[in-house]
């Protein structure tokens, strides 16, 4: 009876202990129904652990600690004040449809103009103060412009230049041993590539944000000469004119232009290349103008599926050219209204402003081989290439 008693207090005990032991083990969390799945997704097969993700890391880990960078690329982001000339008129029917349709632009109250503040950013490129900024900060009829660079000093400045096609400006201040930012190569940015945008948004100067580049060689209809790079890093009203910058420091852009619904960030906004920013610095130091090739004034169409029907094309790409100048080089090498550019020195000839750009890089006086399609038979011609400059002429 005594070892029957004793037996059954042990085998109790032992029971009592293995409940123990399993109620104090470690519980699995339930995982969270929304993130679990991706976790799971992004974890490689092999591995053990959920700290093998990439994803999964924190920031710091995955190397994405941007300090060295920003404490470079600020102190050569700059804000620009300018204030221009706005016309105003006196009289009290300005603004009727109704007296424009009769009167037009004409003011028989008389006019004046009234002092209007643009504000945006710069970027230093040389020690000795030159800047580059947008074409749309300087504005026109320019009173003052005044730079506040990162330590605080403000300085005025005058304007090298100015180039509409690329919305680019080029300004200078007299001071020596300012801070700058290397040129980077852009064309060797990649979709998904970490960039920051250091700017002056909203008056808050030296602002940076992070993102990715998002899409390169965009055409948005800003300007002639596009061939933007999209990028979703922060970038709003007053960032215009600062700097795209790369993970080594590099300047590998301009900050243009936002594309928003309500005038603030919605994760779109639109970089002038730094290659592009690079040549266009350099023209208007060296000249004040940028000097770009040009084959004479044309009036050029995109090819639809349509058009490429109704002309005999193969199909849709290249250009249409439906009216020109006698005294153009286009003209005296052959190419004549009514004719499709499909291609430009060998290379396929997109659309309307994939040609301008073409075109705008060639070097002037050197020949360029265009190729055409007339009445459904492909040939190329050889252009003598001129140049832009000192004609205001619109010419392509």
């Known amino acids: 009876m005594m070892k029957r008693t004793l037996l059954i207090v042990v085998l109790l005990a032992a029971g009592f202990a293995a409940g123990l032991a399993f109620s104090s083990a470690p519980r699995a969390e339930r995982p969270d129904p929304v993130t679990a799945p991706a976790v799971a997704a992004l ?126 400006a080029v300004l200078k201040v007299d001071l020596s041993g300012l801070p700058v930012l290397p040129w980077g190569d852009s064309s060797k940015l990649k979709v998904a590539e970490w960039v920051l945008a250091v700017g002056n948004p909203f008056q808050f100067n030296q602002t940076v944000t992070f993102g990715i580049v998002s899409a390169v060689g965009r055409n948005v209809g800003l300007s002639v000469y596009e061939d933007f790079i999209q990028t979703d890093a922060a970038i709003n009203p007053g960032n215009s004119g600062g700097a795209l910058v790369n993970t080594r420091g590099e300047l590998v852009g301009i900050n243009t232009a936002i594309y928003s619904e309500t005038g603030g960030y919605q994760g779109i906004g639109f970089a002038v290349p730094a290659n592009v920013a690079r040549r266009v610095v350099d023209e208007l130091i060296r000249y004040g103008e940028v000097r770009r090739g040009s084959i004479g004034f044309m009036e050029v169409t995109d090819v639809t599926e349509y058009m490429a029907r109704q002309l005999g ?51 002037s006086g050197s020949v360029a081989r265009v190729g055409i399609l007339r009445e459904g038979r492909q040939t190329e011609v050889k252009v003598t290439v001129g140049s832009t400059a000192g004609d205001r002429r619109r010419r392509i």
Do not use: C, W
């Not at 105003?88 to 009234?114: C, I, T, V, W, Y």
């Not at 100048?325 to 659309?351: L, Q």
């Open 313 to 363: 094309a193969p199909g849709a790409g290249g250009v249409f050219v439906s009216r020109m100048r006698r005294d153009s080089e286009a003209y005296a090498a052959g190419i004549r209204p009514g004719d499709i550019i499909v291609s430009f020195n060998g290379e396929a000839v997109g659309d309307t402003r994939h040609l301008q750009r073409a075109i705008a890089d060639t070097k």
């Open 43 to 168: 974890t490689p097969a092999s591995s053990t652990s959920p700290a093998a993700s990439p994803i999964a890391a924190a920031p710091q880990a995955l190397g994405l600690d941007f300090t060295d960078v920003a404490a470079r690329a600020v102190p050569a982001v700059t804000n620009i004040s300018s204030v221009q000339a706005v016309r105003r008129r006196n009289s009290p029917f300005a603004n009727d449809p109704f007296f424009q349709f009769f009167f037009g632009d004409e003011d028989m109250f008389g006019g004046g103009s009234r002092p209007q503040q643009s504000l945006g950013s710069g970027v230093i490129v040389t020690p000795d103060g030159y800047m580059v900024t947008n074409n749309h900060v300087v504005g026109d009829d320019v009173q003052t412009i005044t730079v506040v660079l990162a330590d605080k000093r403000e300085v005025p400045a005058t304007i090298v230049g100015v180039d509409a096609f690329t919305d680019l």
